[in-house]
Every structure is written in structure tokens, then in C-alpha cells.
């Protein structure tokens, strides 16, 4: 196999990972869409309690049936202003990669939407903003009737180094 065949064998290789099911929901009026074999499961919001030194985004830990869980607020990750929470803003809890092992790690949305089937032929590659913006974290753009959903690489949200300070906070 020369060595073009091998790279637009990875190539496909990649997009078909992007096919599958994804939960949608909404930060900011935007459409997001994680995974649904990363969810574990979703919940109401609970008392969090904060973990002092954490990064701002970091709310902090929750129990969730006698497991202490990080819990992350997705807005202000991303920048977005913070909001009063709702009856509509939820936990998402989800398993991501950890530096040593897979964590739980709760991420708190504006709302869920619903799950999707996604096929590779509606996905496209971010676009390219021109400037070194770091983009990792986005598998692909969805695109569905009556929009664009922003589709994450959940593993990838979080900079290894805040993984680990997740995985000291938990």
C-alpha cells in the first residue's frame, strides 16, 4: 500500500468515527451534540459543593450516589457569559479520558435536546477562522435542518492539565 492510499484510508477512517448518534443540547441558543456513548447519564441540577483553587469553570463536586464527581460549567468553559441556572439547566454526566483512567465528569447545559442519528455526509470539518485558535475539541459541524449543531470531541474539552486538577479535585 503506498503511502497516499494509507492516509486516505486514516482519512475515512476518521470521518466514519464522527458517524453516530449524538445528544444534543443548548448553551447560549447554540446546538451541541456529544457522543451518546461518552453520557453516562443526565441529571437535574444538585448542590454543589465549590473545591477552592479550582479553575473558574470548575463549580466544583457533586455525590451522586456516593461517588464524588467534578462538575463543570460548559458556558464558562467556552467563554460564554454565566447564567442563573433554570428548571431546564441540567447535569450531563459523562466518562472522559483521564491522564491515568477514565473519570466521571459532570458538565452543566443550559438544556437537552434530543438524540440524533448523524451521518458522515452531514458532517463537515470546523471551518478555519484564519488565526491560531485551538479547535480540538470540535469532531465536526452537523449539518440539520434548521441548523448547525457544533459536534464535540468531549475528550478534548479540557487540556490535560485540567483533567488532572479535575482528577485531585474528585
Partial sequence: MDEATEIIDQAVQVMSDREGKYLTFTLAAEEYGVGILKIKEIIGM?????????????KG???????????VDLRIRFGMDAMEYTER???????????VNTILMGVV??????VLNVKNEEIEDPPS????????YILGMAKMEG???ILLDIDKVLREEEIAELEMAA
Fill in 89 to 99: 439547566t441540567c447535569i450531563i454526566v459523562i466518562e472522559i479520558e483521564g491522564t
Fill in 46 to 58: 444538585l448542590p454543589v459543593t465549590t473545591v477552592p483553587q479550582t479553575p473558574e469553570f470548575v
Fill in 129 to 136: 477562522f484564519g488565526t491560531k485558535l485551538d479547535l480540538d
Fill in 109 to 114: 447545559v443550559d438544556s437537552v435536546s434530543e
Fill in 61 to 71: 463536586v457533586i455525590n451522586l450516589r456516593g461517588k464524588v464527581i467534578p462538575v
Fill in 147 to 149: 441548523g448547525v449543531k
